[in-house]
């Protein structure tokens, strides 16, 4: 079992910024993907930002140019800084990580508010 914890979320005005922090912990032989996801009051989550083991990043449209993801290999934790935060960014973040041998996990969500 991998278990993930985040951190970070809050409440921020328009154009503020927050960081988001998500660590693995358990049984872990290696983290693949790690990412964030997103889910607003009445919509399905959505993908915000992936992160490969190597570096590789993926961002949603709508994020892309405010949002950074990058993470940790030795402590796997990934992190979101967000920046220029909107008001349609307001969501409860969800962490993903993809466990080599055990496949994929989420964590328990953290709620973003951004006011106008």
């Known amino acids: 079992q991998v278990q993930l914890v985040e951190s970070g979320g809050g409440l921020v005005q328009a154009g503020g910024s927050l960081r988001l922090s998500c660590a693995a912990s358990g049984r872990i032989f290696r983290i693949r993907d790690m990412g964030w996801y997103r889910q607003a009051p009445g919509k399905q989550r959505e993908l915000v930002a992936t992160i490969t083991s190597s570096g590789r990043t993926n961002y949603a449209d709508s994020v892309k140019g405010r949002f950074t993801i990058s993470r940790d290999n030795d402590k796997n934790t990934v992190y979101l800084q967000m920046n220029s935060l909107k008001p349609e960014d307001t969501a409860v973040y969800y962490c993903?990580?993809?466990?080599?041998?055990?496949?994929?996990?989420w964590g328990q969500g953290t709620q973003v508010t951004v006011s106008s």
């Open positions: 993903n990580a993809v466990e080599l041998l055990q496949g994929g996990y």
